[in-house]
């Protein structure tokens, strides 16, 4: 029998999202 040659899968990085801080108002 023959072995066969196992694929090597490559990892895909997952990109962060960034969160947008909503700024509050000051009342005068």
Do not use: A, S
């Not at 969160?19 to 005068?28: D, G, L, Q, W, Y």
């Amino acid at each position: 029998g023959q072995k066969k040659k196992k694929k090597k899968k490559k990892k895909k990085k997952k990109k962060k999202k960034k969160k947008k801080r909503k700024k509050k108002k000051k009342k005068k």
